[in-house]
């Protein structure tokens, strides 16, 4: 078997450099190097480069990046039709009489191949299409060496086990969201029925952010990287038929976690808002400030952004009288980690601390490097709008593709690593289903602690009043 490089090497060089592996001839056609990275290619040739043959093998970075990227100008179904078809007749796999020498030596490359695509790309094959290709190819495969039923077997139970995975995770956050709208309900027709609050729950900040990682990294780990190219896919300007991924979209893990987010920056203004004592709101501040310092010790910084965007929402804010009573020292220090401004320089400098920090780990803890998920996306977005996906020759645009691939394949490495934290079955339910407050509730709640100051805000307060208390 070929020899690959793990994630976290994977992309450190600007391009796939061709003598860094075994490469095929200068004149297979259609695709143009610089400084022998590869530039860019017409389709036909990148497809055709990433079919192995008894003499060449793909290196791990042009696979990762050629099946995160080609999405974008052919369905990945079309894309196994082709790469089963070429390797069917290219190594003669069909002819009644193969060469059993030549077929021992192409097919562990074939079946490496293909255990790549289906380790880091398994959503591919929610498409029965991908599973037909499959199967034919590895049924020619192991009919005509005995040698290769054991991996072609265990091939096909990881990918039905990943597969089945993902479908009880998205079982799982169905019924989530079911139980967090009856509970909502519960909440605004009988909003004395549930006393508890955060603190009832987790008395200690610590862990609280323990817990907060756990949901993070199950959420993070469902995420596959063709999420991040199908959130942008958009028609592929030489063909009028084709939007390539929109129509076939298989997961909304992406989406999944964005929600989080807001779910927690909402739980975190609930729970402020909520508390009737001015002392108590104070003390709920300042348990936040202190869950979110350990979220930025663990190296959380989608919880910690989390929850400074729920205690910097407006209905918080506002709560002059409250934040008077809070020390909020530490608070200025987190939100000084997180400032925008600069494009965030404060924030990548401590992800790049954290970065390192997970390269050199000696523990699991210390691997840990959750990103500020929205930033990531917003990157990703700016890349793949600033740069074209064709070349004015129609050539894909490879250098583009290589940097999404870098942005990607370190978020890979991110995913991969187990919570170290010993789970709480209580807050994790608490924290993933207590109801939380609409804008609107929170902004009724926040005035009814701390009343109006100008007129704006009692005629906010007299429609809020009117509206939502009628409703009950």
Known sequence: ???????????????????????????????????????????????????????YYPDRTYIFTFLLSSRLFI??????????????????????????????????????LLTEWTETFPYDFRDERMMRSLKELMHRLSSVEEIYRKTVHQ???????KLANLSQYEEVLAKINASVTDRLTVLKTKPHSIQRDVLTICSDPYTL????????????????????????????????????????????????????????SYLVATEICMPVKKKHRARVIEYFIDVARECFNIGNFNSLMAIISGMNMSPVSRLKKTWAKVKTAKFDILEHQMDP?????????????????SLTAHSSREKIVIPFFSLLIKDIYFLNEGCANRLPNGHVNFEKFWELAKQVSEFMTWKLVECPFERDRKILQYLLTAPVFSEDALYLASYESEGPENHIEKDRWKTLRSTLLSRV
């Open 341 to 357: 401004s600069s494009n965030f320089y404060n924030y990548r400098t401590a992800l790049r601390g954290a970065t390192q920090r």
């Open 209 to 264: 952010a323990q817990q907060l990682t756990h949901i993070e990294l199950e959420r993070l780990s469902y995420i596959g990287p063709e999420e991040f190219v199908q959130a942008f896919v958009q028609k592929d300007p030489l063909d009028n038929d084709k939007t390539c991924f929109n129509d076939h979209k298989k997961t909304s893990n992406l989406e999944a976690y964005v929600e989080w987010f807001n779910r927690l």
């Open 155 to 161: 091939l096909t139970q990881n990918l039905i086990r």
């Open 75 to 112: 369905h990945p179904y079309e894309l196994m039709a082709k790469v089963c078809h070429l390797c069917i007749e290219q190594q003669r796999l069909s002819e009644p009489g193969a060469d059993k020498n030549r077929i021992r030596k192409i097919a562990p490359k074939i079946l490496q």
């Open 1 to 55: 078997m070929p020899q690959t490089p793990t994630f976290a090497a994977m992309l450190n060089t600007s391009g796939y450099n061709r003598n860094l592996f075994q490469t095929k001839d200068d004149n297979c056609g259609g695709l143009f190097y610089n400084d022998n990275n590869l530039v860019s290619g017409s389709l036909e040739a990148l497809i055709q480069h990433l079919v192995p043959n008894v003499d």
